[in-house]
């Protein structure tokens, strides 16, 4: 590693480039950042401060050439160096269009810190960014007209830029003199001995945080050859970048993972170890190589994103998604993503899966009408999957849901109803939804909701009119405390301001009232000539009706329900069929168990959830099944192994699937003896 402070001309001066590699995020930073910056030079300036640091830039360097370029692969520090080089753009074009204002020379510029100006091609630009981002920059630095309907924080912070210069609270060759004078620590690392990776990690606490996606391209990409990380890249990663929408993805793409790891698991990650359990995940999944594992990750984006962008060329389906949107039915989303990969591979069809997300969507509607606690909702979607046979695959799922109760239950119908009709809708934050699917229900021509406001049929004023008082009766007032807000109170107008307070008779007859307007909400109160308490609660009656189709329960009669009840009630058994082996790691797992059952009478072989566990007092080997070999965990510290054929790894503070700080692999039979002197070691510790 080498390590020298400079500045950004130092940097970039010479026949060099700096290349940003594939697994690097985009140029991210904002005006925020670029505020911060650009306030630093200024006060720098005017306070006559010798210097101000902002940072470090670790890159690696490519094999020397004897002539030509000096290349440098960019890990850490493209933010700053993007960002001072838009600076430097900004500055030469301020030049270029006020030739009588020579205090700086833009050609100095442009052939010491933009260009390589003895070079052609791609090999004459300092910076090279990665896809769009770089022929935005490249535009920028030939200064040729770029489209104004492109979207680009490139172009965003060269224009922020353009505005500071023309500004003139400094001259040029002041803020030229403060560029000079950031200080920056240029770190080259040596591709044979530092550990990139390692470092990268490190270093990501400066500048703007790295996001859980960011750190998850980098590890799936870093360590790749330049071929495999060129090809993983452009067909795997980058398509499954681009399925999520530019303004929002950095958010949307670190959710997806942690749906995805959450289906992946059936266990939560938390939130902000995302990342790390990724890696953990990595470790032992089913997949033999990064492509394979790209491959899977795009196939799962695309149904996530199918849902929450609400894509399909299905008009049911993108409705069902508009609904699982509208409901923010996130807690739900590692389930839909198995469903959907089970209706692509064929095992459900799509009408299977088009009935089973509206159960979902009903299961998470009614808890809401019900007023049950969400906080277990998201658990019951995670573990979902561990629920669900394969020859029975709508009926399983059917059960398991009939079958929740207490916290985790689905309301029935009687339940539902009563609750229906005597929440207070209003106030719900899906109030909009529940009106509008009321309303187009069966509705061919149906209603945009924007279009309308709600309508409290009964008024809120407290004072209400003596008209109002006579329809309501001597108890006006706790009948409109009591229904003011509820279901049958409630409905849709395009004239809610000119409506008000009036009568009911008023709202009947007024221009825009009840009498002309075509919305089936208001279908029973047409012809009334008076709203009280028997009407409120028929009206009420009827959408409850309305709203047990809309949101149905799940249909099964004793017969079909019978199995799962006996099945719910037995405690989950693992067995060696339960894991994903194949006949290799069977034939290696048969030979290691015999010889660990062998050491004693006394070992107790537990198979678990993820792993095979053989213990005394406790365990002292774990075994993971993995494509083509086994991992073994040892539970003893590292340092009290004795492994004079270096087989072993610490993995302490690691987060494995088994106990202990020390890992080992079996990958052929003729390893038995050796694996299996590490294992002695740990049941002798225990046996002892």
Sequence with gaps: MDARKGNIFEILNGNKQFIIPVYQRYYSWGEEQCKRLWDDIVNMQKNGKPGH?????????????????????????????TTLTLLLIALRNYV?????????????????????????????????????????????????????????????????????????????????????KLQIVNITLDRAIDDAQAIFESLNSTGKELSESDLIRNYVLMGLEPSE????????????????????????????????????ITRIPKQGRVYEEFKLYHLNCEF???????????????????????????????????????????????????????????????????????????????????????????????TFKNFIRQDDYLNSVKAHFILQDTYKEFPDDGKFGAAFVSRDIYNMRVRNYILTRLENY?????????????????????????????????NWESIQKRYLHTIGNLTLTAYNSEMSDKSFIEKMNMEGGFKESALRLNKYILGLTEWN????????????????????????????????????????????????????????FTALDKRIMNLSPAVKREYKKLYVAYKLDTNFVDIVFQKQRLRISINMKFSDIVDPEGICKDVTGLGRWGNGDVELFMEHNDELDTVMEIIEQSYNAQAE
């Design 442 to 474: 069966d509705n061919k021509a149906p209603i945009v909701i924007e279009n309308y406001t709600i309508e409290h049929i009964m008024p809120q004023n407290r004072k209400l009119s003596t008209e109002w008082q006579r329809d309501l009766g001597d």
């Design 533 to 588: 308490e028997s009407h409120i609660q028929e009206r009420a009656r009827l959408l409850a009706e309305k709203a047990e189709k809309i949101w149905p329960y799940p249909s099964m009669n004793d017969h079909e329900l019978a199995p799962y009840k006996i099945e719910e009630k037995v405690p989950q058994k693992y067995s060696l069929d339960t894991y994903d082996t194949n006949a290799f790691t069977k034939i290696l």
């Design 229 to 264: 990380q060129t090809y993983v890249y452009e067909h795997l990663w980058r398509p499954m970048e681009n399925l999520f929408i530019y303004d929002t993805q950095e958010t949307v793409m670190d959710a997806f993972f942690r749906h995805y790891l959450t289906m992946k």
């Design 288 to 382: 033999g190589t990064i492509s394979e594992l790209c491959h899977d990750l795009l196939d799962y984006a695309k149904y996530y994103t199918d849902i929450v962008f609400k894509r399909n060329d299905d008009v049911e389906l993108r409705k069902l998604y508009g609904d699982i949107v509208d409901l923010r039915m996130e807690v739900s989303y590692p389930f839909l993503l198995k469903l959907h990969h089970d209706c692509c591979e064929k095992v459900i069809s799509k009408d299977e899966l088009k009935e089973i997300l509206r159960l979902c969507i009903s299961y998470v509607l009614r808890r809401g009408i019900c007023d049950i606690p969400t906080n277990s909702m998201n658990k019951t979607f995670a």
């Design 53 to 81: 640091f902002v940072g470090s830039i670790v890159n690696i360097a490519e094999q020397a050439m004897p002539t030509g370029v000096q290349k440098y692969m960019i890990i850490d520090g493209q933010q700053r160096m």
């Design 96 to 180: 270029l269009m006020h030739p009588d204002d020579n205090s700086i020379n833009a050609k100095r510029i442009d052939g010491m810190l933009l260009k390589n100006e003895y070079e052609s091609g791609i090999d004459q630009y300092k910076l090279l960014l990665t896809e769009n981002d770089r022929e935005i920059l490249i535009s920028l630095v030939e200064n040729k007209p770029i489209n104004s309907n492109v979207k680009s924080r490139i172009l965003d912070n060269y224009m922020y830029f353009k505005d500071k210069v023309s500004e003139k609270i400094l001259m040029l060759d002041e803020i030229w003199d403060s560029i000079g």
